[in-house]
C-alpha cells in the first residue's frame, strides 16, 4: 500500500472543473514533484490532499487515502489530529503567512501548544531546537524576532521548522524556494531532501522550476489545464518520455555548453 494515493480525483471551484481525473501514488520517503504551467492545478491538487481548499473548492469525484485512511471522509476534528502530526504544508513565502505584528517565538509557541499539553517554557525551548536543526544558528534570538526581521531564506526555514516540528510522513510543499535568490533556493532544497534523508518524509513540491523538480524528485508530475498529462521516475520524464508537452518544458531549460542543467 502507498502512503498516499490519489485515484481518479476532479476537484471544482463552484461550477468550474478544474482538476480532472488525476491519479498520483507517493511511497514512503519518496519524493515527487509536480510541474506544469501556472494555473494548471499544482496548487489545487496538494491543497485537497491537505483538505485546505480555498472558497468553493471541493472533490466532486474520487479518492484520496494516506496510510489507509480516506481523507475525504474525515471530520474536522480528525483533521485537527493529522495536520501537524501526519501531513504537513509549507507555503511559499512563510514569512507572508505568519502574524507580522507578533514575535515568530510567540506563534511557534501558539501553534506547538494547539497541537499538544505542554508548557510555555516546553514549547518555546522546542521552537527553539526545530529552529536550530534547519540550520538557523541562534534559535532563541530567532524566536525574538519579528518575522520582517529576517530574510526570505531565515523565513522559509523557520516555516520548514513549523512543518517539521512532529516530523510528518508526509510533507507537502508549494513553491517553496520560489521566493529566494538562487544560493538560498539550493540551500532549502538540500534542506528537503535532508529530512527526507533523516526521517523518511515523503515530499510532494510542486514547482515552477524544473531544474528543482529534476534534483528532488524521484518522480515527477507534470500537468497541463488540470489534467496530468505525463508521469513517471525522473530519469524517465528527463529522457524518455515521448509526451509534447514534457518535451517543450524540458526544451525550455537552458543549456550550457551542450549540456542540459537539470
Ligand atoms: N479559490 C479559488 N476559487 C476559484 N478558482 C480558483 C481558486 N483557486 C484557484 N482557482 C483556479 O484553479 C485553477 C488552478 O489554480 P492553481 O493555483 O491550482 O494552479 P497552479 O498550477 O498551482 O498555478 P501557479 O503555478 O500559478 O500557482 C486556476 O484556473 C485558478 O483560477
Known amino acids: 500500500m502507498s502512503l498516499l494515493e490519489i485515484k481518479n480525483v476532479d476537484i471544482s471551484y463552484g461550477k468550474?472543473?478544474?482538476?480532472k481525473n488525476c491519479s498520483l501514488n507517493l511511497e514512503k520517503g519518496e519524493i515527487c514533484s509536480i510541474v506544469g504551467e501556472s494555473g494548471s492545478g499544482k496548487t489545487t491538487v496538494i491543497r485537497a490532499v491537505m483538505g485546505l481548499l480555498p472558497g468553493a473548492g471541493r472533490v466532486s469525484a474520487g479518492d484520496i487515502t494516506y496510510d489507509g485512511i480516506d481523507l475525504l471522509k474525515l471530520t474536522h476534528k480528525e483533521w485537527r489530529k493529522l495536520r501537524?502530526?501526519?501531513?504537513?504544508?509549507?507555503?511559499?513565502?512563510?514569512?507572508?503567512?505568519?502574524?507580522?505584528?507578533?514575535?515568530i517565538g510567540d506563534s511557534y509557541v501558539e501553534y506547538i501548544m494547539t497541537h499538544e499539553d505542554i508548557s510555555r517554557k516546553d514549547a518555546w525551548a522546542k521552537g527553539v531546537e526545530m529552529i536550530e536543526r534547519m540550520r538557523l544558528p541562534?534559535?532563541?534570538?530567532?524566536?525574538?524576532?519579528?518575522?520582517?526581521?529576517?530574510?526570505?531564506?531565515?523565513?522559509?526555514?523557520?516555516?520548514?521548522?513549523?512543518?517539521m516540528t512532529y516530523q510528518p510522513k508526509l510533507l507537502l510543499a508549494d513553491e517553496p524556494t520560489s521566493a529566494l535568490d538562487v544560493t538560498t533556493q539550493a540551500q532549502i532544497v538540500r534542506q528537503f531532501m535532508e529530512l527526507r534523508d533523516e526521517y523518511g518524509t515523503s515530499i510532494i513540491i510542486v514547482t515552477h522550476n524544473l531544474g528543482v523538480a529534476a534534483y528532488m524528485g524521484d518522480k515527477?508530475?507534470?500537468?497541463?489545464?488540470?489534467?496530468?498529462?505525463?508521469?513517471?521516475?525522473?530519469?524517465?520524464i528527463l529522457h524518455q518520455s515521448t509526451n509534447p508537452y514534457t518535451k517543450l518544458l524540458l526544451d525550455a531549460v537552458p543549456t550550457l555548453g551542450g549540456k542540459r542543467y537539470v
Open 16 to 19: 468550474n472543473l478544474t482538476v
Open 84 to 103: 501537524g502530526h501526519d501531513v504537513s504544508m509549507i507555503f511559499q513565502d512563510s514569512g507572508a503567512m505568519m502574524n507580522q505584528t507578533r514575535l
Open 138 to 163: 541562534d534559535g532563541d534570538r530567532v524566536m525574538r524576532s519579528y518575522p520582517f526581521q529576517l530574510s526570505g531564506g531565515q523565513r522559509q526555514r523557520v516555516g520548514i521548522a513549523m512543518g
Open 220 to 236: 515527477i508530475v507534470v500537468m497541463k489545464r488540470g489534467e496530468v498529462v505525463d508521469q513517471g521516475e525522473r530519469e524517465y
